[in-house]
């Protein structure tokens, strides 16, 4: 790829920074991921939409902060000033704004956003992604929503096949709030505090408090006693503690929060989720709206390194060693950087109960959401493919059944009877295939199956089908194996003997379950090989 | 929607002009359509790729002459120079150029297109809208291709559940350009002359005439003899005359349209299909680069009307009334009309072997296509759903159950224990909600199951519970009938008697056949109602 030039056109043959097309099995993974997401989504009643490109320049302004500059602008060719949607919360919210019919909804978008991210200043940053948003908006009795929202979080991670390996972290924005009031942070420094908190998953504590106290002027004595908090992380037992603690039960927003937090554990365990759970004091997440629980989905391999060369979650664990960052398939570096989720989360998220007020004056409608990372969850997923030896190669189209044809002397290629098995096949809703030559030599229409890794062929000869017969083979079988040279069925029977085997195929899983065709369960969580 | 203005914020609540947020109930009948086009294609072993929302403005530039001013640029923001994508025709070309590997390919896209058309100019034509573009390149035997994309065409028809109220009209290039040899077209003036042949699907032959005699200065007398020719309608036994024209056989180019024609209906007929082409020399197609074959897909309705107010297909008929352009929801003008697929048709395409060779040197990649006009195939497809009083409700999402709870005095809302049945029918892979609040009302409930249309109801009782039981009921049933109330089951078998349940009921269909849960199949086609 990239530059090319010839002597007929002078055309930079490329895409545009930043930007990179699909195609091949990329897409394939991709596709698979995308369904498997979607699925879950709608298991739970969520409905999808989809909102344009672009929005009137306003809609976004004043959104993103100090972001703003990122935001892609159309040129201005006469009539309506509009730029490319940076996120899709802001769209949602448009959204919900102008259709004040709807005061509750669970919806789902995935779909592309724009930054016009420097690659100078964050490296290898896409500058068109994909986003998965999933919110639920609506007035519901006291942690529902936001219990549901981690109980699909669970089942999407489960169905990619990641077998419980992920840790949900989870926080309250108001027991942190209290956090810092009981130790003595002033109130209007309490949000800039908040963000140098924000930054303990990639610095550690005393690069944290260097801050809070050089940079941002608080005193020494205070940011310890922070300290001591944030470094909290556990489950129901941290969650009892911090009960007990009475400083933090005095203080209102502190006590709202763990009231909160014990709601939710508890619904987490009868949704059997819990132990998915981190109760994460460090966890602050970055931006300023959220307003109850908050959370960051991570997984081996997702946490990025401190300075020191390790990750977080290993830091004092002898073994570990520094890992590379997670490469695309041009030994790129990972360029699948989704700056919404954080750096080294899959997916994050949480309460948001005053954003949709920003774009109307009607009543507030309280929301819940998660993004997931899509794009680094395709990275990891690639990569778990790509390191399994044992993984089966994934295939770029889904045909069940290459129809074929071979003869002695005098062979006219049976066209039209290709042809007509391959109409039959379609008529029953069969994938197949069939060579576009009017005479193809048999190797090649072997090899054209084999390419495609088509698991079966029908195999037609001048002799079988003025008998009313044909042959069935599997493709891949090894030498001496009983079928190796195909199995002859009736033509009147061709649909049936074709769907009764494609559906003990392990192929056809593809159809049935998200992942299936891929084995993704298997590879993905390292599982032995089941065939 | 439209403007809004409040105390709080200055907002105007809008979507661009010429854009919409898909929502509701048009939402899924969009995904049906594009999940039921997409299974076709990928029947026919078609891969999917996905190209960046905008190129480099140079890889547009000199594509789309005249009509080059209608494409979006980006903000010259620093850096390179960037356009939306006016079609995925080009960006196809692109990408085929820059991976000179890919010698062959069966492609599909379904994405947004961008075009900056004037309301003005061209009424309520949308600035954002999709297309869905296959192709296939690849050097093959003649006319292979070509007629496995009318065979997918037709089946795409079929799944949508148009059962034959379509019409594939078909022409050749070779064919057309050799007429107008013939009939006396100075070889400088063929292509504009063809361009006024390709309004005869609008106007009348007076009309070409006039353009082609006044305006572009034909000797009337080769009019008329054009006239002959582009009048002709039929199936193979216009190609049996054509082919006995001497003029026209002696014509080379003619010629070899006229043996592509032959070798194309034999095919069509082995596929099934020939019964839906008409061979019509009045298609000329408006686009430079097509090469041989051109068809375009008209359906009921979906032809414009002629100055008179007749459609060109009605036009002569006597009982033919004038018809209003289909409406959207709104009541305003359709404007779901592609301009690329033509007006008046549901899709269009043909062959185009010079067009890669335009972004690279490398050895030309001959491509045959067709374009679904998606858009106006979602248009005529809800407005035939309205139509049909005794079409059931289309639902906005899948849930199948909805769990509930009820008791008399002292009910504490059973919560545990209606998300302990959620949790168990999500693991079983069963679409199912419950109400978000502590202690909601039984009435509460079941109306929260008919707004969405769940089928089936699981309800908990303090009583049963302590049984072991649970009674599964299904929704909507008359009074008097014996299940009314709903069947007694035993919890220990919760997931297996839903599951029965769920697969035997009709709206289990959405989930294995792309229209079935609307029972598309059944209204478009206006046969009578089955259950």
């Not at 790829?1 to 097309?21: A, F, H, I, N, W």
């Not at 009231?259 to 970055?286: E, H, N, Q």
């Not at 008529?427 to 005479?439: L, N, P, R």
Request: glycine content about 10%; some cysteine; aromatic content about 8%.
């Amino acid at each position: 790829m990239g530059k090319e030039k010839d002597g007929k056109t002078s055309y930079q043959l490329k895409v545009p920074k930043g930007t990179k097309d699909w195609d091949g099995k990329d897409m394939v993974i991709r596709e698979k991921i995308f369904g498997t997401i979607s699925e879950v989504f709608r298991r739970h009643g969520a409905v999808t939409i989809d909102t344009p490109v672009f929005e009137l320049k306003e809609i976004l302004a004043g959104k993103y902060g100090e972001d703003s500059k990122l935001i892609y602008d159309l040129a201005d060719q006469g009539g309506e000033l509009c730029s490319l949607r940076y996120d899709l919360t802001v769209p949602f919210a448009r959204w919900l704004a102008m259709n004040s019919s709807v005061q509750n909804i669970k919806r789902y978008h995935i779909a592309k956003v724009y930054r016009r991210d420097q690659p100078a200043m964050t490296k290898g940053r896409m500058r068109e992604f994909y986003q998965c948003d999933f919110d639920i908006a609506g007035a519901y009795d006291p942690m529902l929503p936001d219990a549901e929202i981690m109980r699909i979080t669970c089942e999407i991670f489960e169905a990619l096949g990641w077998k419980g390996r992920y840790t949900i972290k989870i926080n309250h924005r108001k027991i942190l709030d209290g956090i810092f009031i009981v130790c003595g942070v002033p109130t209007e420094k309490v949000r800039t505090i908040s963000s140098a908190v924000d930054k303990l998953d990639k610095s550690p504590w005393s690069e944290v408090r260097k801050e809070m106290t050089e940079e941002k002027g608080l005193d020494p004595e205070v940011a310890d006693r922070i300290g001591e908090y944030v470094v909290l992380k556990g489950s129901e037992e941290l969650l009892d503690k911090l009960q007990k603690d009475e400083k933090l039960s005095n203080n209102e927003s502190a006590k709202a929060g763990l009231d909160d937090m014990a709601l939710l554990f508890r619904y987490l365990k009868t949704f059997g989720v819990l132990d998915r759970i981190s109760f994460d004091m460090s966890l602050a997440r970055g931006l300023d709206y959220y307003t109850g629980v908050i959370y960051e989905v991570i997984t081996e391999g997702s946490a990025p390194q401190t300075s020191e060369g390790q990750s977080i979650q290993q830091a004092g664990k002898k073994e570990s060693k520094p890992k590379k960052h997670v490469s695309n398939i041009d030994g790129d570096e990972d360029r699948s950087n989704d700056p919404s989720v954080g750096v080294g989360s899959v997916a994050a998220g949480g309460r948001y109960d005053n954003l949709v007020s920003m774009f109307s004056g009607k009543q507030q409608i309280p929301c819940v959401g998660i993004s997931f990372g899509v794009e680094r969850i395709f990275s990891i997923t690639k990569q778990r493919l790509a390191q399994d030896s044992s993984s089966a190669p994934i295939r770029t189209n889904e045909v069940d059944v290459y129809v074929m044809a071979f003869g002695g002397k005098g062979f006219d290629g049976l066209l039209p009877q290709r042809m007509e098995v391959a109409k039959r096949l379609w008529d029953a809703g069969i994938k197949a295939e069939f060579s576009w030559k009017v005479k193809p030599k048999l190797p090649q229409q072997f090899k054209a199956a084999e390419v495609n890794g088509v698991p079966w062929a029908v195999i037609l000869g001048d002799e079988e089908l003025s008998g009313g017969k044909c042959k069935i083979k599997q493709m891949g079988l090894e030498d001496g194996h009983p079928e190796k040279d195909g199995v002859m069925i009736e033509m009147a029977n061709l649909e049936d003997e074709v769907k009764k085997r494609i559906t003990t195929s392990p192929d056809s899983a593809s159809l049935t379950n998200g992942l299936g065709g891929l084995s993704l369960n298997e590879y993905a969580a390292g599982a032995p090989k089941t065939g």
